[in-house]
């Protein structure tokens, strides 16, 4: 799944059975604005600074479904971090661009389109199993199995652990494995790369979660 996104990586993994985006995982929505900002900066759409938000590069051509999102960023002065969350985790722009991630995958052929719901319908996208496999082997692979690691699977990794995905992949010992070993990382100077971008999104997350919390009070 080279030619993937994190942001189609980490929503493939979040659809259900059905093809939706749990409820029960609330920080599901959260985590896709996350994937979606990350993968616009290594593309040098944006630079994130200082929980806030700026334009750096046109949006490029394989992440035109984050165009809504490219979109509201690009203002005359730097977006907030916590707005954006907020806006595309909790009001109609969430659908914006959920709706256009999943059109992106079904170009594709990654899986089947299917209804969900039982007295109001909604478009639902079921991937195929070999295809959630190969997502979940890489992670595997290079965080488990030492394989070479990327900025997308950490990435990704991360993005499952926030959410609470992650246990729906993993065993409890594998899961204790991959939070030492992203601890490690985070803790060490030999892979400065690896280190700067989990600080990033850990920067994000922590906008993320607080705009989750601030909305679980309302």
């Not at 992440?63 to 985790?89: G, H």
């Not at 609470?164 to 892979?191: A, P, R, T």
Request: hydrophobic share 40%; glycine share 4%; with cysteine.
């Amino acid at each position: 799944m080279s030619d993937l996104s994190i942001t189609q990586q980490y929503y493939i993994c979040a659809l259900n059975d059905h093809g939706v985006i749990p409820s029960s995982y609330p920080a599901i929505s959260g985590c896709i604005v996350a994937g979606s900002l990350l993968d616009m900066q290594l593309e040098d759409c944006i630079q994130i600074e200082k929980k806030v938000v700026l334009i750096s590069g046109l949006l490029s051509e394989r992440l035109w479904y984050l165009k809504p999102l490219y979109d509201y960023i690009n203002q005359s002065k730097p977006v907030k971090l916590s707005e954006i969350v907020q806006k595309f985790s909790f009001t109609s722009k969430k659908n914006s661009i959920c709706e256009l991630i999943m059109t992106s995958l079904r170009d594709k052929n990654l899986g089947r389109s299917s209804e969900a719901g039982i007295i109001f319908k909604k478009e639902a996208y079921i991937p195929r199993i070999d295809v959630i496999s190969e997502i979940i082997g890489k992670v595997r692979s290079e965080l488990l199995e030492n394989g070479n690691l990327s900025q997308e699977v950490i990435i990704l990794t991360i993005l499952l652990q926030n959410s609470g995905l992650i246990k729906k992949y993993f065993s409890k010992f594998e899961q204790k494995e991959l939070k030492s070993k992203v601890k490690e990382f985070k803790n060490s100077d030999e892979n400065i790369f690896v280190k700067d971008i989990i600080n990033q999104i850990n920067m994000v997350m922590s906008s993320t979660n607080s705009v989750i919390y601030m909305a679980t009070l309302m």
